[in-house]
């Protein structure tokens, strides 16, 4: 049955499609830790659900009501430049309410409940070609938008008021990260849903920063356990009829509990 499933193209279109994921989450990811970003980027995932129900009651596709929730709530939050306990007070009131509008576009929705439940919960085995296409798409803008603002990110993330003295557009690039966030989020939220975004963004890169502190390697080692992750959360889920998400966050919590270890074992000796 699993040989059966391999040859089968859905198989090949998930295979890719969370290759392509795993790939641009685990390069931003880094970028969250390191701004610690991590409650925004649930709340992005939040409102980006929120937006997907609100396309779904009025009769647009779901996949551009998430991508507009997510990159709408990035933007304002981008702006904002809010920081500490600030920012996720603020992000906390916001995310308050946007369940409540996701709860009220559920009831609403006279659809079948597949479609709410696919958000939740991500369904990569249903990625068709044309969607596949829309991933890589994306996946290609937000790594060519890292690849030109690496150096003034890391510099701003790693000391924004130096970065600020020397001119560096702390405000810009604050807007810049949150809105390659919620492009990477809605991008994540198709394959492990809005209630497991975070593995894919955050825990890999939280890992790999146990791992190194030299900033490529962690990129790397990011975007690596993230492959691995997913890729062997896909087949995994092949082998083992359970949802695909569950293997996805498992492996990836084994790596970071593994990455903890051996960090504390590096600092004992």
């Known amino acids: 049955m699993f040989t059966t499933l391999l040859g089968e193209h859905f198989v090949h279109t998930a295979l890719l499609a969370g290759a392509v994921v795993a790939i641009v989450s685990g390069a931003i990811g880094v ?27 009025i009769g647009l596709n779901p996949v551009a009501g998430m991508i507009g929730g997510s990159l709408a709530i990035g933007a304002t939050l981008g702006v904002l430049s809010l920081r500490g306990r600030e920012r996720d007070s603020a992000i906390g ?15 609403l929705y006279q659809g079948y409940a597949t479609a709410a439940t696919n958000i939740l919960f991500g369904s990569i085995v249903g ?17 060519i938008a ?33 809105l390659l966030v919620a492009l990477t989020t809605a991008e994540a939220i198709q394959v492990v849903g809005v209630l497991l975004v975070l593995t894919l963004v955050i825990t890999p890169a939280a890992a790999a920063q146990r791992l190194t502190v030299r ?23 092949l082998a083992k009829a359970w ?21 504390y074992a590096r600092s004992r000796g």
């Open 31 to 57: 970028f969250v830790v390191m701004r610690g970003l991590s409650f925004a980027v649930h709340a992005i995932s939040e409102l980006g659900f929120t937006g997907a129900t609100g396309a779904l009651v």
């Open 93 to 107: 009131a916001v995310l308050a309410f946007g369940l409540g509008l996701g709860v009220l576009f559920l009831s």
């Open 127 to 143: 990625v068709d070609d044309a969607q596949l296409g829309v991933l890589a798409a994306v996946a290609a803008l937000v790594l």
């Open 146 to 178: 890292l690849a030109v603002l690496y150096r003034p990110l890391y510099f701003a993330a790693i000391d924004p008021e130096v970065a600020a003295a020397r001119r560096v557009p702390v405000r810009m690039l604050s807007v810049a990260i949150f």
């Open 215 to 237: 900033p490529g390697l962690t990129l790397l080692l990011s975007i690596g356990i993230a492959l691995v992750s997913t890729e062997g959360g896909i087949l995994l889920s």
């Open 243 to 263: 949802p695909t998400s569950f293997f996805i966050s498992s492996i990836s919590f084994a790596f970071y509990v593994a990455a903890r270890i051996a960090s």
